[in-house]
């Protein structure tokens, strides 16, 4: 009697299907080039993407309900751990956006001490964006070389708040401390070097035929695509759209201050690339302007309103109104009038926006963040299809994302 081999009808189906090379892959959340943890679901048709989808919530902390249950002082350090690369742009743009809901003018001189650390900020999260993009891609001296000036940038953060990655460094109102003694003198010898710096990064990648063939061509955004899906800051003026909210939009002194707005028409990711080492060299040239307007102005760091703001600490210490009116703000909170407010700022990344709901209480009724990075995660699905596995990696580090303001 033949025997039937009943598994043959199986292994000719499981043969039928693997006849065409589509592979289904797990990207992340693990792979040191995810950025923090993405899970990338790739579907390859060989080599080639075919599908992609972000798969996020990993690293989530429930920020913006965190901030329902704070006062909006003690809420203001959480901001830091959103872009962790730019902390104080956080700080600034959560401090703005309580500052136009409850009517402030912050003293001039807080004015240029924010905008000295929002540009130093930019420069730092430019060189570290150009260091792990330049890892990931295979590009190791370029990573040592950026990570030294970024060294010297945060001694200055540091010198100033005592910080290096949370900065902390904003207060609602303004900010907690004067530049030190000799800041401002340091700070001009960083600036006056850095331009030497870039041009080095650019003598060793501009023409760098492994980083051109890495980047050329390669993650191309059309402006119809930046615009669908929400992109901003270096993603969409990669795109040859001129947009910078500090131009549009302005807040602080930036409509005192002159600087271009870069913007790249090759769309790809070498266009980007060449738009970051254009976009410090901007912040140099703000920064430099910056320094003679600090002199100039008056010795007030902070807010003249008690019903929002403590009083300065010399009068705490010495008044016992100021006392108790600092004691009331610390343990129960301020209360901002009823009403809401979105505030956008272009943080290193793009826009940051925050929206606040309130009600009249000492906490938001409802704070919802506008990052970045979310929206570029979310272009993904489309950016990645037709693209190289291989391609996948350099796309995601020239994308700059940050896990910090995703799973927020």
């Known amino acids: 009697m033949q025997k039937v081999n009943r598994l043959k009808p199986f292994f000719e189906n499981i043969a039928f299907e693997r006849e065409d090379n589509h592979m289904i892959v797990n990207f992340g959340p693990q792979h040191p080039s995810s950025h923090g943890q993405l899970r990338l679901i790739l579907e390859l048709d060989g080599e080639k993407v075919s599908k992609a989808t972000p798969d996020i919530g990993y690293l989530h902390r429930g920020m913006e309900k965190m901030a329902e249950n704070m006062i909006y ?19 600034y743009g959560f401090a703005l956006a309580v500052e136009k809901l409850i009517g402030l003018e912050v003293p001039r001189r807080a004015k240029v001490i924010r905008m000295l650390l929002l540009e130093l900020n930019r420069i730092t999260s430019h060189l570290f964006w150009l260091a792990t993009h330049a890892l990931d ?46 800041w401002l003198e340091s700070l001009n010898r960083y600036i006056n070097c850095l331009p030497y710096d870039i041009a080095d990064y650019e003598a060793l990648l501009d023409e760098n035929r492994i980083w051109k063939m890495r980047l050329e061509g390669v993650g191309v955004v059309t402006p119809e695509q930046a615009q669908s899906w929400g992109c901003s800051g270096p993603m969409l003026r990669g795109s040859g759209i001129a947009w910078d909210i500090r131009k549009e939009e302005p807040y602080e002194l930036y409509d005192e201050v002159e600087f271009d707005v ?88 793009g826009e940051l926006g925050f929206y606040i709901n309130s009600q009249g209480d000492p906490y938001p009724y409802r704070l919802k963040l506008r990052t970045p990075s979310f929206f570029h995660t979310a272009f993904l699905q489309e950016l990645l299809v037709g693209e ?11 994308a700059n994302i940050v896990f910090g303001e995703i799973d927020r």
């Open 388 to 398: 190289y596995l291989a391609d996948v990696v350099a796309i995601i580090g020239n």
């Open 137 to 182: 891609v295979g590009a190791m001296t370029i990573f040592l070389y950026t990570f030294r000036e970024r060294e010297y940038a945060l001694d200055l953060i540091e010198d100033y708040c005592g910080a290096r990655l949370t900065h902390s460094s904003v207060r609602i109102g303004g900010v907690p401390l004067d530049l030190p003694k000799g």
């Open 73 to 91: 002082n003690e809420f203001l350090p959480t901001t830091d751990r959103m872009d962790y690369i730019a902390a104080s742009s956080n700080n």
């Open 262 to 349: 870069p913007v790249s028409t090759t769309c790809d990711s070498y266009g980007r690339y060449k738009l970051h080492m254009e976009e410090m060299k901007q912040s140099i040239r703000i920064l430099k302007q910056l320094i003679p307007m600090y002199e100039g102005t008056a010795p007030e760091i902070m807010a003249h309103a008690p019903s929002y703001i403590s009083a300065p600490k010399e009068q705490i210490m010495t008044q016992n109104y100021a006392l108790m009116q600092h004691f009331v703000l610390v343990t129960q909170g301020m209360r901002p009038p009823v009403g809401e407010v979105y505030v956008a700022t272009e943080s290193p990344k």
